[in-house]
């Protein structure tokens, strides 16, 4: 028997038909990552199987009892099912532990000291045990992310719903939270992720959803999503290559301005947080530090590039100036030149350019 069993599942909002026909059966130990483009139903899927959305159709059985009948005993077939959401949602007038222990001991009855134990145990287990005491005010997004799936093994669920865990999070806590809930997946926890994070969905899924065009548009094992897909919406949303393009022509050209229009771009095509923080060094440094100051005669023109590849979620930035530039240190100063090196994955020349890979 399947622990989540999925079939003819529907959702409208009105005249809004966001998915139909989406049947799925998930085995103990699976971890399932949704992936698709923003809009197209990936949250409200998730909200349906734990009935936090009624579906307008279809059944959904957990462990075989269906959550969708009428006059299901909806609490207790939640309980099974732990949520882990983009914004973390802990009571901010409490600290970790009591945000751990509140729901162990109201909901499942447990002794002030049993809650105790079981949270410092949750807590261990990613890593937050030193901070049980804190206020999650003074918690960094990604421990608050951390504190949440605490709180969520808390209940013991035997299925974690995670809806974009790492969407709302600073470039350098995405990793920390991955490692938590890749530890969870493989000490067997069934999960269901929906993502924007390719690569883990590469490594850490047993299947991945593609969902497009209302409903599941394709469903597959890793290397046939991202290596091999069979569909065309599928192929283009894997393999699509974006680019952004801008002609720097001033000295002074505006920076912030290009950056933020990089990170826009970048955001849309799903780049991680870590390539996006990276992306913005890389072109200050580039720009600012190490072409401009080599352009000797006017006029100037830099023709930059940003690329996504979102078959292997690479990003690569390739500059070509109307003038020639080394890249090389020109004077005392070898900082810039030290950044680009630790930032990029490759660095390579190319006629009167250069390409970056990040
Ligand atoms: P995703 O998570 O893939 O970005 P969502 O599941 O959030 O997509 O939304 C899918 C569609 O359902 C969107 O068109 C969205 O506007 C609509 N939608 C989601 N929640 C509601 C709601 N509570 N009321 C009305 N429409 C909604
Ligand atoms: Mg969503």
Known sequence: MSVIHIEGLAKSFGDNLVFQNINVD??????ISVIG?????????????????P??????????????????????????????????????????LENVMMAPMHLQGLSKSDA???????????????????????????????????????????????DEPTSALDPT????????????????????????????????????IYMDERGIYEMGPPSQIFDAPRRERT???????????????ERDFDIYGLNSAVVEFCRRQFASEKQIYRVQLVLEELLINILLPQMRQEPIAIDLT????????????????????????QG??????????????????????VRLFL
């Open 235 to 249: 192929k283009a949303f894997i393999n699509r290559l974006k680019t952004f393009q801008q002609t720097i022509t």
């Open 173 to 208: 806590m995405v990793d920390e939270v991955l490692a938590v809930i890749r530890r969870l997946v493989n000490r067997g926890m069934t999960c269901i992720i929906v993502t924007h994070e390719m690569n883990f969905a590469r490594t850490i899924s047993s299947r991945v």
């Open 37 to 53: 483009p923003s809009g197209c139903g990936k949250s409200t899927f998730l909200r349906c199987i734990n009935m936090l959305e």
């Open 332 to 353: 005392e100063d070898s900082l810039p030149f030290d950044m680009l090196q630790a930032v990029c994955t490759d660095i390579v020349r190319e006629e009167n350019g």
């Open 26 to 31: 998930i085995e103990k130990g699976d971890c």
């Open 306 to 329: 940003v690329e996504y590849s979102m078959k292997d979620s690479t990003l690569s930035v390739f500059a070509a100036a109307n003038q020639d530039f080394s890249l090389e240190p």
């Open 55 to 96: 579906p307008s159709a279809g059944r959904v059985f957990i462990d075989g009892q269906e959550i969708t009948a009428k006059g299901a005993p909806l609490d207790q077939i939640r309980r099974r099912m732990g949520m882990v959401y983009q914004t973390f949602n802990l009571f901010s007038h409490k600290t970790v």
């Open 116 to 162: 105790f134990e079981l949270a410092m145990t949750c807590l261990t287990q990613v890593g937050m045990a030193e901070r049980a005491d804190y206020m999650p005010s003074q918690l960094s997004g990604g421990q608050k992310q951390r504190a949440a799936i605490a709180r969520c093994i808390a209940m013991k669920p035997e299925i974690v719903l995670f």
